[in-house]
């Protein structure tokens, strides 16, 4: 039985999307059978983060309704157990059946590993489905007090619409960030009020891997794609090292 992954945070632009392309490509390289999907309805770009902008690709919406079955998902060029289903472009999160998108992740669940659920920003239809949906939560958010407040109202947010074990990301760390703000990891897991799986450092490699339409690469030993993988080995259940930034 696969594991469903959502990934939330109530602000946009903290991350969601790049982390969850990542991860996913990620769980792939290690074997792993992963569907992915971009609930993020009428602002999908999770195709782009992982590099299948240039693929055909099947709305989710397509699965839900019985069109097509799930095997007609999109396949990643470069990794085969990576399929894709994107988000449809003219609904609404609100006009979308949730009972149907529930039976299409307990299909998925038969079929694959992972199921990560790309959420929209904030708190609502779209990220209660994916809220609804899932096993595991990553609330992905910046580590400057702001971000944080709006980590600690998602995971209010998520404890109200979801069974979800939930974790956050601090994600954009700058080098000394922590240390200049006399702030700690333990800080931002006590704001948030959840246990923490993993920082990501900024690193260009992120936006510039999406802008070539490529999944993202190794770009030194504190890259961000470092920090993914430890994220990855850390949801399959391995222990390691948080990466020291
Ligand atoms: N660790 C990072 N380092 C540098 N840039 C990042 C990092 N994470 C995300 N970004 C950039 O931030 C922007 C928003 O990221 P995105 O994943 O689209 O966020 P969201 O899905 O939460 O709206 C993108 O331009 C992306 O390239
Ligand atoms: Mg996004």
Redesign the pocket.
């Known amino acids: 039985m696969g594991q469903v992954l959502a990934v939330v945070?109530g602000?946009?632009?903290?991350?969601?999307?790049?982390?969850c392309a990542a991860v996913a490509c990620c769980l792939a390289k290690l074997g792993q059978k992963v569907l992915c999907i971009d609930a993020?309805v009428g602002l999908r770009?999770l195709d782009i983060?992982l590099g299948m902008s240039q693929e055909p690709a099947l709305p989710f919406t397509a699965v839900m309704s019985g069109e097509y079955p799930l095997s007609k998902a999109a396949v990643h060029p470069k990794f085969e157990h990576l399929h894709f289903l994107t988000a449809p472009v003219t609904t609404q999160p609100e006009d979308l059946d949730a009972e149907a998108f529930s039976a299409m992740i307990s299909h998925a669940k038969n079929d694959y590993d992972w199921v990560l659920i790309?959420a929209p920003?904030g708190v609502g239809a779209g990220f209660r489905l994916a809220a609804a949906n899932a096993d595991l939560a990553m609330v992905?958010t910046g580590g400057e007090p702001a971000a944080l407040r709006d980590g600690a109202r998602t995971a209010q947010a998520l404890e109200q619409v979801s069974r979800a074990e939930a974790k956050i990301v601090v994600?954009?760390i700058r080098t000394g960030f922590f240390k200049r703000l006399r702030f700690t990891v333990d800080d931002c897991m006590d704001t948030v009020g959840l246990p923490l799986l993993g920082i990501?450092?900024?690193?260009?490699a992120?936006?510039l891997s999406?802008a070539a339409g490529k999944p993202l690469a190794r770009s030194g030993r504190k890259s961000?794609y470092e920090a993914v993988k430890h994220i990855t080995l850390r949801l399959m259940g391995r222990k390691t090292a948080l990466l020291d930034l």
Do not use: I
């Open positions: 945070s602000k946009g632009g903290t991350g969601k999307t790049s982390l993020d770009n983060s790309d920003a992905v994600n954009r990501v450092p900024e690193d260009e992120v936006s999406a961000a």
